[in-house]
């Protein structure tokens, strides 16, 4: 089991920055790939950055030289740094955490959620 508590969102103005954080606990060695989704309203879930456990990342096109995903692997946290902020960006933001078996079947977990909202 593992449990993701994102942090950070809130109401910024358009070309503005937000840092949204998230905190892992239990299993947390056993995770190959921490991912950032939103949601806007009335759209279906989008995957925007992702990191590896090697180091390896991927970003969203429309969030490419804009975000930054990164890791503090010692606290166990994942970051989002979001730059140049757009009304576009508005979503529900979650936090997801994801590896294989030694069978290799996928499991994954997930965040709540935290609101982003940029206005003009």
């Known amino acids: 089991q593992v449990q993701l508590v994102e942090s950070g969102g809130g109401l910024v103005q358009a070309g503005g920055s937000l840092r949204l954080s998230c905190a892992a606990s239990?299993?947390?060695?056993?995770?190959?790939?921490w991912g950032w989704y939103r949601q806007p309203p009335g759209e279906e879930r989008e995957l925007v950055a992702a990191i590896t456990a090697g180091g390896n990342v991927d970003y969203a096109d429309s969030v490419k030289g804009r975000f930054t995903i990164s890791r503090d692997d010692a606290r166990n946290v994942v970051y989002l740094q979001m730059n140049s902020l757009k009304p576009e960006d508005t979503a529900v933001y979650y936090c997801?955490?994801?590896?294989?078996?030694?069978?290799?079947?996928?499991?994954?977990?997930w965040g709540h959620g935290t609101q982003v909202t940029v206005s003009l």
């Open positions: 239990g299993n947390t060695f056993s995770i190959n790939v």
């Open positions: 997801n955490a994801a590896g294989r078996t030694s069978d290799w079947a996928p499991w994954q977990f």
